[in-house]
C-alpha cells in the first residue's frame, strides 16, 4: 500500500543545538541546560496546541523558514564552477528582483495570509528567531498594520533556538532530493522542479519579481 500510494517516511533533519551539545560534553551547568530543555519542551507544546485547535477551526497556524539560497547556474561543468552565480530564493526570486532583508520576507507573508487566510479567525506564525527574517521590528509592524487592515490577531512565536524543526521542513526537504544531481541552468529551472518534487498534489510555487515586495521599512514604528 505505501509504494502503491507513493508515500514515505520522512525523518527530520536535527541539527545539534550548542547548549545541548555543550552540556554532552559537560561545559554547561546542570541548571542551565535544565531551563533550556524546559523551554523547548513549551515551545514544542505550545505549537501542538496551536496545530490542535486549527484542525479544530479554532485558529490558523502557519510554520515558516527560509528554505536555502540556491545559486544558478549549479552544474557539473568545471568551466562553469567559478563563474559568478545568480542566488535564487524560495518563494521563488532571485537577487536581480530583491535582497534578502525583512521587507522582502514580509512581504511574501503577508501575500500568503492575504490570499489564503479570507476569514476572521487569529493567525499564529511559528518561526526560528532568526533576526533578519523574522524576529525584527520591520516584520512585526508589518504584520500589525495587516491586523489592522484585516481586523484580525496576528501573532509570532518562536521556536527556541537549536530546536526548530517543524512541519515545513518535510516541503523543503523534498524539494532539496528533487534538485540534488541536476544539472541548473536558470532560475526557472528551480521552479519546474519545485513543482514537480510532489507527484501528488504539487507544491504551490509563485515566481516573484521587483514589483510584489513592499518597503514595510517606512512603516515601522
Same mark, same amino acid.
Given at each position: #500500500? ?42 514544542? +507544546? ?51 528582483? +530583491?535582497?534578502?532583508? +525583512?521587507?522582502?520576507? +514580509? ?31 520591520? #516584520? ?25 524543526? #517543524? ?55
Amino acid at each position: #500500500m505505501v509504494r502503491k500510494l507513493n508515500i514515505s517516511l520522512y525523518q527530520p533533519k536535527k541539527d545539534s543545538c550548542d547548549i545541548c551539545l555543550q552540556y554532552e560534553l559537560k561545559n554547561l551547568t546542570e541548571d542551565v541546560w535544565i531551563s533550556h530543555r524546559d523551554s523547548k519542551e513549551r515551545a514544542r +507544546a505550545e505549537k501542538s496546541n496551536d496545530k490542535t485547535a486549527s484542525k479544530n477551526g479554532v485558529c490558523h497556524t502557519i510554520t515558516m523558514e527560509l528554505q536555502a539560497v540556491k545559486v544558478c547556474p549549479a552544474v557539473n561543468a568545471s568551466s562553469a564552477y567559478y563563474k559568478t552565480k545568480l542566488c535564487c530564493t524560495c518563494y521563488w526570486f532571485n537577487k536581480a528582483e +530583491a535582497d534578502l532583508q +525583512a521587507s522582502v520576507f +514580509a512581504s511574501c507573508l503577508i501575500e500568503y495570509i492575504k490570499r489564503h487566510l479570507t476569514d476572521s479567525k487569529p493567525v499564529i506564525i511559528y518561526s526560528d528567531g532568526c533576526s533578519y527574517q523574522n524576529k525584527n521590528s520591520v #516584520m512585526a509592524n508589518a504584520l500589525l498594520h495587516l491586523s489592522s487592515e484585516l481586523k484580525i490577531t496576528i501573532e509570532q512565536k518562536y521556536l527556541v533556538k537549536g530546536h526548530t524543526q #517543524m512541519e515545513c521542513d518535510s516541503v523543503h526537504a523534498l524539494i532539496e532530493r528533487k534538485i540534488k544531481n541536476q544539472s541548473i541552468y536558470l532560475p526557472s529551472d528551480y521552479f519546474r522542479l519545485c513543482q514537480e518534487s510532489r507527484k501528488t498534489s504539487p507544491y504551490e510555487t509563485i515566481t516573484l519579481d521587483h514589483s510584489f515586495f513592499k518597503d514595510f521599512k517606512k512603516n515601522v514604528l
